[in-house]
Each structure stands twice: as C-alpha cells, then as structure tokens.
C-alpha cells in the first residue's frame, strides 16, 4: 500500500503517503486535544476607551503570546505597555524592559511592565510585542512598532524580560503613567504552545 486517505467527520481529509524508500518509518499524531503548535487568534478589541484592555483565560499550554496594534492611540504622552500575569492577578513589578524610539533615539527602562516606548498624543501605533516562554515562569518578550503622527513617521523597538510567581493565564495593555486613556484603533492577540 502507497498512501492511506482518512476522511474527516464533516469535511476535509488526510492522506498518509509512504515513503519513496526501503526502511520502517513511524508517525505518531497528537490527540485531538493536543496543545503543541496550536495557533489560537483572539477576538480584536476596539482600543478607544479606558486605561487598560485585558486578555484572560490563556491556556497553561501557551509558550508565545504575539500582541498586535492597528492604529492604538493615546490620549496623551504617556507609553503603551504590557503586564503579565496569573491567577493571583496582574504582575506590576519585577520587570526588566528596555526599548527606544526613532529618530530621537529615545531610550527608555521600566520595571512595572514590558514597555513600549513611542510617545506623542494622537500618536497611531502599528506593529506587535511578542512573549516567549524561556524558562519555567520566565518571559521574555521583544517589540518592534511604527507610525505617525501628523505625517511625521517613527518607529521603536526594544525587549525585557519577567519572572512570573506562578503560570501565566492573562495579560493587560495599559500604560505606563495608568491615567492615560486609549482613544483609537483595535489590538489583539495570537497564543500558541
């Protein structure tokens, strides 16, 4: 036999080919509720009210979380930034992060969250921040962001890195002075294992 075709419950199909060559060759498949490089896309979240936009119930499985922005604005100066956290709640300390804008060269440390520094009131914010499991409850995470405002483009990059108490289940997009508010666009997020 050369090739096995397995039909799906309602649609689709796969099909297991042999290999072209002499030997045993085995391929084991994940149960159906396996968790290792399931891509999971969140449900977008208008960014135009409030000082922080949570998402929660990720699952224990996630080693990367990839935050997206389309157009995130500020109502002020003040700079994005992302805080991690467990069931005990959000993390608001222990942080080590770093970033920079462009063509300022404006370098920035926090230790309240993984910042993104990009400042400027109306400023629109495209790009994404993405969380690596590195160890344990260790996260890393590694930034790269552009925009405009007012027909003046900038950029920023940056990384920082947190050891959690205890699993990671959510995150929160706020900011760093906590009082400014989101006043446009939409962020999401993609985890997988």
């Known amino acids: 036999m050369s090739s096995l075709v397995l039909t799906g419950d309602t649609s689709g199909q796969v099909t297991l080919a ?12 994940q149960a159906a509720t396996a968790t290792s490089s399931v891509n999971v896309l969140g449900t977008a979240v208008a960014s135009t009210s409030g000082t922080s936009i ?3 119930a990720l699952p224990s499985w996630v080693k ?6 389309s157009g995130v604005s500020l109502s002020g100066t003040s700079y994005v930034m992302v805080q991690l956290g ?16 462009t063509p300022t060269a404006l370098g920035t440390a926090a230790t309240t969250g993984m910042l993104m520094p990009f400042t400027g009131a109306n400023f629109l914010r495209y790009g994404s921040m993405t969380l690596f499991s590195f160890s344990g409850n260790t996260w ?10 007012a ?3 900038f ?3 940056g990384g920082g ?25 939409t962020v999401n997020i993609m985890y997988e294992g």
């Open 155 to 157: 950029g920023a990059c």
């Open 18 to 29: 042999a290999p072209a060559v002499a030997g045993t060759n085995t391929l084991t498949l």
């Open 86 to 101: 467990t069931s005990a709640g959000i993390a608001a300390t222990g942080y080590l992060s770093y970033g920079g804008q």
């Open 161 to 185: 890195n947190v050891t959690l108490a205890g699993t990671l289940d959510r995150i929160r997009i706020t900011t760093l002075n906590g009082t400014d508010t989101f006043d446009a666009g």
């Open 64 to 69: 990367r979380i990839t935050v997206m922005f």
């Open 54 to 56: 949570d998402f929660t």
């Open 151 to 153: 027909g003046s483009g």
């Open 140 to 149: 890393l995470s590694s930034f790269s962001v552009g925009g405009d405002s």
